[in-house]
């Protein structure tokens, strides 16, 4: 019987584990494979997967919310917010390009810690 209910838990924990996954990529409209194939600038300055920037300066992308991400391409193309070196790169960005960048660093595992 605990059993049983163990593995229900478990399969119910598995189930929004795999919608939330699919909910991010889906909220921000991206593809995370074509996302890769369109990183290799980025990764130039946010080093592999978006996880080791070449500067403390830069931020890490990986591991953040790919609508969160998605939002700050976007300010960046309007000019919402300001960066001389963002705003050359999103420049010619189309919105599916942004969308399928967001997903593929919003899918990278992150390697931000909180220390106590």
Do not use: W
């Amino acid at each position: 019987m605990k059993t049983e209910s163990m593995k229900r838990v478990s399969a119910a924990a598995l189930g929004a584990a795999l919608f939330l996954l699919v909910a991010g990529e889906a909220a921000a409209g991206g593809n995370a494979a074509a996302g890769e194939r369109k990183a290799a600038v980025c990764l130039a300055c946010h080093g592999p997967a978006g996880n080791v920037p070449i500067s403390p300066d830069y931020p890490r992308l990986g591991g953040q919310h790919a609508d969160y991400l998605l939002h700050a391409l976007q300010d960046y193309k309007k000019g919402a917010r300001k960066d001389s070196i963002m705003s050359g790169q999103v420049e010619q960005l189309s919105k599916q390009d942004m969308a399928d960048l967001a997903a593929y660093f919003g899918a990278q595992a992150g390697t931000l810690v909180v220390k106590y």
